[in-house]
């Protein structure tokens, strides 16, 4: 029989008819060969996950059932990679380590989330500093919170949760509960410029530890980007959300989605021209001293349009955003407007 036990009864030894045994087993008839997972974490209870074909296998008689636990105080494990930037602000990225037999529900975002972390070492500019953190789903959050969460209301001003980030079947976001954060912002503007076709779904259909992070008295702004999200894709939280569901290209489109929204709130700056009117462009070598119609590009046009919206009430968010141009497009131009004295930061 193909199991996952869970917990739990302290040690006991039972003997069951079939009938008996049925309450304990948990399969799904309408996916015969997929072992669910089912949990029971705050009540003392016992079963076996098994596929349901197997399940339909099974004949009249007794059965033993051996529960070999112990109940008793434990400690809880939990990672944590602090990166200091230029300033205290905070940049959260949080994933979870509790059900590593599935695939994309599980060990991607843990994997995804540790190439994040070595390229943030990696990468000698960072204004923010970068906040960390392995932790069980749910439980895990909250005993987090229960040690930090006063550093952290003081200090993180965007971040992420990272999970379901492997597949190729889709992007995804789900919103902090504000909806408004400069998370959200960012989430949107990078998926928007990746994969116009991701899912935007509502905090309405959260399920992971945004539930926490974003709970009244904690308000921190955490959004969620994924690749296919939790609950929408038939292998999960089954045995079938195996190494099938994700794939080194699914995983790289959900690397570069998690730093592309993370390098967006880092260069987030609000830019204030330092000139009134147009700029010379010409003579500082930005655009064609001779006049054509063909000579004001699409670059020339992202140029003028940065310039012309930098009144310092707009950060480049929100201007890439108006003029429609990626802000990793937009960054460059900013800091060469920047080196000849046209821009510069509030």
């Known amino acids: 029989m193909k199991q996952l036990l869970f917990p ?42 098994i596929e349901h074909s197997e399940r339909s296998l099974l004949k009249a008689g007794t059965y033993h059932a051996y529960i070999d636990s112990t109940l008793k105080k434990g400690s809880l494990t939990y990672g944590e990679l602090i990166i200091p930037g230029t300033t205290k602000k905070e940049i959260f990225i949080s994933t979870y380590i509790c059900h590593p037999s599935m695939a994309n529900n599980e060990i991607s975002g843990p994997c995804v989330t540790t190439y994040i972390a070595k390229w943030l070492s990696d ?52 919103p902090s509960r504000d909806g408004n954060t400069i998370s959200d912002k960012a989430a949107i503007h990078v998926l928007k410029h990746t994969y116009p076709a991701f899912k935007r779904y509502s905090f309405l259909e959260r399920g992971s530890d945004e539930r926490q992070y974003c709970a009244p008295g904690v308000d921190l ?86 310039w012309v919206f930098s009144d310092g009430t707009r950060s480049l968010i929100d201007i890439a955003e108006l003029i429609n141009v990626p802000i990793w497009i937009i960054m460059p131009m900013y800091l060469r407007l920047k080196d000849f004295d046209i821009l510069e930061e509030v």
């Open 221 to 306: 702004p955490i959004a969620t980007i994924m690749r296919t999200k939790y609950g929408e894709y038939p292998e999960y939280h089954t045995s079938l959300d195996d190494l099938t569901v994700i794939s080194p290209s699914g995983l790289e489109g959900g690397f570069q989605a998690i730093r592309r929204a993370i390098e967006a709130i880092d260069a987030n700056l609000v830019p204030k021209t330092t000139i009134l009117c147009e700029p010379q462009m010409g003579r500082r070598g930005l655009r064609p001293t001779l006049s054509t119609k063909e000579s004001f590009s699409s670059i020339h046009r992202d140029l003028m349009n940065l």
């Open 123 to 174: 990468n000698a500019y960072k204004k923010h500093t970068i906040r960390v953190v392995f932790i069980p789903e749910t439980i895990g959050a909250i005993a987090y919170l229960s040690k930090n969460i006063e550093c952290l209301k003081r200090h993180v001003v965007a971040g992420f949760n990272v999970t379901c980030i492997g597949d190729d079947r889709d992007y995804s976001y789900l």
């Open 8 to 49: 739990v009864l302290e040690k006991k030894f039972m003997k069951l008819s079939l009938n008996e045994l049925q309450a304990h087993l948990h399969s799904l008839p309408n996916q015969p060969n997929a072992i669910p997972y089912v949990t029971s974490y705050y009540q003392e209870n016992w079963g076996f996950c």
